[in-house]
């Protein structure tokens, strides 16, 4: 093979290497993450983040990705990933990145009602009443499940009763007092009669609905 046919040779090699080197890598799957979110409040958000990885799973740099959500009136998505309530529901949130794509699915809870399953209760001085089963509702009337709603608990009057951070009653002296749960600036009230002796009688579960504080 003659110079310059070898130094030709040579120089196409060279320059095939340098052209696959500058080629981007192609998206095969896109992550995102957290892959499942739950958002409750109306001002709460939070930001996905969508991961380009190529056939072998390397996670590819230098990619941006478009947001879009499956419903918009359940929950919005901006250009950076970031995510907040419209309404209460289940949504997608899309990232794609060249023809690839990911999804993470958005849960809605507005919380715009909570209930406690009786409006009064009997309960005996020393003897613990367990915490009155608390229900949340969204903007739509719907019951929810909220599992990991936080509720406080507070006592108008602890030298009736006391309430625990767990919503266990106490009855301390014979008299009246009131009861409140409160959840994100949502509360619902039960008046407690304590008695002295046996004669203690629950109210029953008679429903008590109750919006935002006042």
Same mark, same amino acid.
């Given at each position: 093979?003659?110079?310059?046919?070898?130094?030709?040779?040579?120089?196409?090699?060279?320059?095939?290497?340098?052209?696959?080197?500058?080629?981007?890598?192609?998206?095969?799957?896109?992550?995102?993450?957290?892959?499942?979110?739950?958002?409750?409040?109306?001002?709460?958000?939070?930001?996905?983040?969508?991961?380009?990885?190529?056939?072998?799973?390397?996670?590819?740099?230098?990619?941006?990705?478009?947001?879009?959500?499956?419903?918009?009136?359940?929950?919005?998505?901006?250009? *950076?990933? =970031? &995510?907040?309530?419209?309404?209460?529901? @289940? #949504?997608?949130?899309?990232?794609?990145? /060249?023809? !690839?794509?990911?999804?993470?699915?958005?849960?809605?809870?507005?919380?715009?009602?909570?209930?406690?399953?009786?409006?009064?209760?009997?309960?005996?001085?020393?003897?613990?009443?367990?915490?009155?089963?608390?229900?949340?509702?969204?903007?739509?009337?719907?019951?929810?499940?909220?599992?990991?709603?936080?509720?406080?608990?507070?006592?108008?009057?602890?030298?009736?009763?006391?309430?625990?951070?767990?919503?266990?009653?106490?009855?301390?002296?014979?008299?009246?007092?009131?009861? *409140?749960? =409160? &959840?994100?600036?949502?509360?619902?009230? @039960? #008046?407690?009669?304590?008695?002295?002796? /046996?004669? !203690?009688?629950?109210?029953?579960?008679?429903?008590?609905?109750?919006?935002?504080?006042?």
């Amino acid at each position: 093979m003659s110079t310059s046919r070898r130094s030709l040779l040579s120089f196409a090699l060279l320059a095939s290497s340098a052209l696959a080197s500058g080629c981007p890598a192609k998206v095969a799957t896109v992550d995102v993450t957290p892959p499942k979110v739950t958002l409750r409040g109306e001002n709460e958000q939070r930001t996905l983040v969508a991961t380009p990885k190529d056939e072998d799973g390397v996670e590819i740099e230098g990619k941006q990705a478009t947001w879009t959500s499956s419903d918009s009136g359940i929950a919005v998505v901006d250009s *950076t990933g =970031k &995510v907040k309530p419209a309404g209460s529901g @289940v #949504a997608s949130v899309t990232a794609k990145i /060249d023809e !690839a794509t990911g999804t993470a699915t958005v849960t809605v809870q507005l919380l715009k009602g909570i209930r406690l399953e009786a409006p009064a209760i009997v309960i005996q001085v020393g003897t613990p009443r367990p915490a009155l089963k608390v229900a949340f509702s969204n903007e739509k009337g719907e019951m929810i499940d909220t599992k990991e709603a936080k509720v406080e608990w507070k006592t108008a009057d602890p030298n009736v009763a006391t309430v625990g951070p767990d919503g266990v009653i106490n009855g301390v002296n014979a008299g009246s007092t009131t009861i *409140t749960a =409160k &959840v994100e600036g949502l509360s619902a009230d @039960v #008046a407690v009669t304590v008695n002295p002796g /046996d004669a !203690a009688a629950d109210a029953g579960p008679v429903a008590a609905d109750a919006g935002p504080k006042k």
